[in-house]
């Protein structure tokens, strides 16, 4: 029995703020997509040079979802050596990507991870999220994560929902943990 369902109305869900949960959100809705066979691609505008334990579980569900990585990793933070021209060259090619996968309607979901802090940080402008949010086909839920969402970015979306910390193990002294936060 085919469990495929089909989306009549797509809507664009935002998850941002400064806790922890944002990717870990849209991730959660990878799996409970799989469970309805939806297609999922996922686009990453920041992660790039570190290994991260989605992309192995992304392997486990490649039948329902993958990812690609655009970004240069990091930007502006930890190690991040590199030019800024090189990161803002890399989220432009995520922008056009997306919108690209986007309007081949292969997709149920798109997931933008890390739209925001790409826009916050200004390697991607207003202009081009809003036409990327302007790709989306009807029959496409859009998801896009990170802090600091644009005002204009929470006004067209549908859903938002605000992480907020309210107590980090950092603050302890203690450091990310493979499984939970990579």
């Known amino acids: 029995m085919d469990k495929k369902i089909k989306i009549k109305n797509g809507l664009i869900l935002v998850y941002t703020g400064n806790g922890?949960?944002?990717?870990?959100?849209?991730l959660g809705?990878?799996?409970?997509?799989?469970?309805?066979?939806?297609?999922?691609?996922?686009?990453?505008?920041?992660?790039g040079s570190w290994y991260y334990g989605e992309k192995d579980g992304a392997l486990l569900l490649s039948d329902y979802f993958s990812i690609e990585q655009m970004g240069k990793g990091?930007?502006?933070?930890?190690?991040?050596?590199?030019?800024?021209?090189?990161?803002?060259?890399?989220?432009?090619?995520?922008?056009?990507?997306?919108?690209?996968?986007?309007?081949?309607?292969?997709?149920?979901?798109?997931?933008l991870d890390e739209i925001n802090v790409a826009l916050d940080t200004g390697l991607v402008?207003?202009?081009?999220?809003?036409r990327v949010m302007d790709a989306k086909p009807k029959t496409c839920h859009l998801i896009m994560t990170g802090r600091n969402a644009h005002p204009d970015v929470i006004e067209r979306a549908d859903l938002v929902t605000e992480m907020r910390?309210?107590?980090h193990p950092f603050q302890k002294g203690h450091f990310?943990?493979?499984?939970?936060?990579f």
């Open 125 to 130: 402008q207003i202009e081009d999220v809003v």
């Open 29 to 47: 809705t990878v799996v409970r997509a799989a469970g309805y066979h939806l297609q999922t691609k996922m686009i990453q505008f920041i992660k």
């Open 74 to 111: 990091f930007y502006k933070i930890i190690d991040d050596d590199l030019p800024e021209e090189e990161h803002k060259k890399a989220a432009a090619k995520a922008i056009e990507r997306a919108i690209e996968i986007l309007q081949s309607e292969k997709y149920d979901i798109v997931i």
């Open 20 to 26: 922890k949960g944002k990717t870990t959100a849209a």
């Open 165 to 167: 910390e309210i107590k």
């Open 176 to 181: 990310a943990q493979k499984g939970i936060d």
